[in-house]
Nanobody, 127 residues
């Protein structure tokens, strides 16, 4: 079993930065591929970015490319999401998710392929 806990959310003005963390307990991250999703009020959960077991990021939402960077530190059992140049439309609850082994690129964006989820952390971007 894997437990995931997100942290690092908060309030920030547009153009600012935040770094989210997702700490895993129970098992090592090295065999896990992971992802960040987000959900805004009244909207469905949205895929943001996928991180392979190796720690390299893979698929990402077009609107965050060039602004968000995901990484995974297996030694610290933590995944990160560095968010720069934040926009009001990035406001959402951000969730980390994980599964054992890698996913093919076409499957990385679908929530149903992930077995473990954190409780979420709120990110609010003001204009």
């Amino acid at each position: 079993q894997v437990q995931l806990v997100e942290s690092g959310g908060g309030w920030v003005q547009a153009g600012g930065s935040l770094r989210l963390s997702c700490a895993a307990s129970g098992r090592s991250l090295s065999g896990l591929s992971m992802a960040w999703f987000r959900q805004s009020p009244g909207k469905e959960r949205e895929f943001v970015v996928h991180v392979k077991t190796s720690g390299r990021s893979a698929a990402a939402l077009n609107s965050v490319k060039g602004r968000f960077t995901a990484s995974k530190d297996n030694a610290k059992n933590t995944m990160y999401l560095q968010m720069d140049n934040l926009k009001p439309e990035d406001t959402a609850v951000y969730y980390c998710a994980a599964r054992w082994n890698d996913l093919v690129l076409s499957a990385q964006q679908f929530a149903r392929h992930y077995d473990y989820w954190g409780q979420g952390t709120q990110v609010t971007v003001t204009s």
